[in-house]
């Protein structure tokens, strides 16, 4: 098994207490996330869906992805929030650059834009494809609109009794309205389970079937899970790196420094800092607490944000992503010229260059007075993406119950959709503007 390894020692330095004189109050909150006895205890569904999921679904999801892949070109998945950044994190890992797939993922109802949405109308006219929606309640405004929208556009192409095989609704296993839309039409359903909210599915049908629809290997993907939740059953900070790490964003967060950067040096990256943002920033961000926050691609945004950093207002840390084995690589040439002054790095990976961009970025960094701490994770594989999402997962309930907040629930999501509606007229909202 090889597990993400944490280096801790420039966060260390920064530290007035160790991570590991908060070892009593991990038992306890381990405990208490196991007996599923604290707050928002009935999302905790995800802890055990590395092994506890349904079998005979998994089996459905596989059979459904191989008739996606038969019947089309494209698969459209509509989704919001974690009804989307799980998949999308999970292609972008997983993603050869430049190398064109069989069947192409496109994502829509993850936004409002009507440029975005008459585009993709148009890219779909002569590609054969089919959607998968997700959507609990099946009333969230971004994805319903989509999914009336696509499905209007499926039936006028294979007409409406063919576009219903095209169809594929993950949603409530019992109620809600697109549950009740897929049922009348007998479209095909998976679950998204009562007790594992949006941004914690990815190891459901959320996450699995578009996943498994790009070909992709999700039983490493659950392979991966379930090493890392066998790695992350117990409280010790000496063994676990989901809490040690949990446990120095508290402490840096307790010393003044409120926004957290996860920084990668690898494109594939760049998704899964999304879905991290969502995870984090939905869970902590609450009670008028929690760390903000933020990402960056390095080496790019040290062109941008690298001025900020190294100089800018000293209330922030950063968690940065190292790929210990590319499994690609290119050598650098040397040149007779040797105008650009590069030959000193003649017959050198360019893997090299861009890890010593990594140490000396931290270096730079710590000597500004930002705190570091580096997550080595082996390579980018299906089982690599399984460990660590579940790594964030178990990471995230015990940073919010540190902080002494409902790690699973999002209440500030819904004021800006009553305004929304208000505004829009929606019959129940017309008292919300006065």
Known sequence: MAHINIELKDARSFLNVQPESLQSKVNDLHNMIHNKSGKGNDYLGWLDLPYQYDKDEYNRILKAAKKIQ???????????????????????????????????????????????????????????????????????????????????????????????????????????????????????????????????????????????????????????????????????????????????????????????????????????????????????GKDNKGIFVASAGFSTDLHSLGQYIQEGERHLFETVIQVVNPTKDVFIPEEKNDLDELNYLKGKPLSYVNLQALKGTMMAHKDGLVPNMLLQIPRFDAYTFGYLVYFFEKACALSAYLIDVNPFNQPGVEAYKKNMFALLGKKGYENILK
């Open 70 to 284: 038969k019947d089309s070109q494209v698969l459209v998945v509509i989704g919001i929030g974690g009804s989307y950044l799980g998949a999308k994190a999970g292609l972008e890992f997983l993603a050869e650059p430049f190398v064109k797939n069989n069947l192409e993922i496109i994502f829509a109802g993850h936004q409002m834009s009507g440029h975005y949405l008459s585009n993709l109308l148009d890219y779909l006219k002569d590609k054969d494809f089919s959607v998968n929606v997700i959507s609990k309640s099946g009333t969230t405004t971004e994805p319903a609109i989509a999914f009336r929208i696509l499905k209007k556009a499926l039936e006028e192409k294979y007409g409406v009794e063919q576009a219903k095989s095209r169809i594929y609704a993950t949603t409530d296993a019992k109620r809600g309205a697109l549950f009740t839309v897929a049922k009348e039409n007998g479209y095909e359903m998976f679950v998204i389970p009562d007790d594992v909210g949006g941004r914690y599915s990815v190891l459901t049908a959320v996450g699995l079937l578009p996943l498994a629809a790009a070909n992709i290997d999700t039983n490493q993907i659950l392979k991966g899970a379930q090493d890392a939740y066998d790695r992350f059953n117990h409280p010790d900070l000496s063994q676990n790196e989901a809490y040690l790490y949990a446990v120095t964003r508290y402490l840096l967060y307790k010393q003044g420094k409120k926004i957290e950067m996860l920084v990668g040096y690898e494109p594939n990256l760049l998704y899964l800092n999304e879905w991290w943002k969502q995870l984090y920033g939905e869970s902590e």
